[in-house]
């Protein structure tokens, strides 16, 4: 394969609560005409569907393969860089991105090996919370204060031709690895996480208060350090120890 194939193949359009069968369609086209072809839907209210398949315009084999999935971390699964599209700022403070930069630091990343997804919300009510929380960065299409919403297959063409420029420059990205192994994939990560939220109810961290907001920073803390799995293995053996510690002092009780 050419070093661009090599790369496209590294990257993913990811959309999550598709309401309209259309915008997939547009989307499968979109990415199709820029030399992408992984397309991830997550819980799409209907697919497949003919008017995915008519605004597909040709583009039915991204159709064919796309992945459709009950949970986002599957749809995620197997990435280790991941960029939230977001219209607006939200209650998750995420490094806020431009759409070039966005895809300069996405080529970066698939450059080292890592696979990349793009991830897109409701056409509606854009990405929620817990969403954006599994993601690296924001991505902010810069557009007039007074009519800011794009069409979700429009913001999919402008991140698909942001990244095709910046693959067709005159050099790619030969940054040097950022980490001694590669990031921890989003399904090893959500794992974590799980762990880590059992762990803290069971050393009685949170006391009663609302653990909604401690988990969010916790999740934007680890999202930002990338461990690897070595690191992961580590930090689990920590959380272990501090159950089997808490269960003892609750058995001497």
Do not use: W
């Amino acid at each position: 394969m050419t070093d661009f194939q090599d790369l496209a193949a590294r990257f993913r359009f990811v959309l999550a609560r598709t309401s309209h069968p259309g915008n997939i369609g547009s989307a499968a086209r979109a990415i199709r005409t820029m030399g992408f072809n992984r397309l991830e839907l997550v819980l799409p209210a209907r697919f497949p569907d003919r008017e995915a398949n008519a605004l597909a315009a040709g583009a039915d084999e991204v159709l064919v393969n796309a992945g459709v999935h009950a949970e986002l971390v599957d749809g995620l699964a197997g990435c280790n860089f991941v960029l939230g599209l977001s219209a607006r700022r939200r209650g998750v403070t995420l490094p806020e991105l431009s759409p070039r930069e966005a895809a300069r630091q996405a080529l970066a990343a698939a450059a080292r090996g890592e696979q990349v997804a793009l991830l897109f919300g409701n056409e509606r009510s854009g990405l929620e919370n817990e969403e954006l929380a599994r993601c690296h960065a924001m991505v902010r299409i810069p557009s007039v204060d007074d009519f800011s919403s794009l069409n979700l297959s429009q913001a999919v063409q402008v991140m698909a031709y942001e990244l095709r420029m910046a693959m067709l420059g005159d050099e790619l990205p030969a940054a040097p690895p950022e980490h001694d192994e590669p990031p921890a994939d989003a399904t090893q990560m959500e794992q974590f996480y799980r762990h880590l939220a059992q762990a803290l109810d069971d050393i009685e961290f949170h006391k009663g208060r609302e653990p909604t907001t401690i988990m969010l920073r916790l999740r934007k803390l680890f999202q930002r350090a990338q461990p690897d799995e070595r690191e992961l293995r580590v930090l689990h053996g920590i959380l272990a120890d501090a159950q089997r510690m808490a269960g003892l002092a609750k058995s001497e009780k």
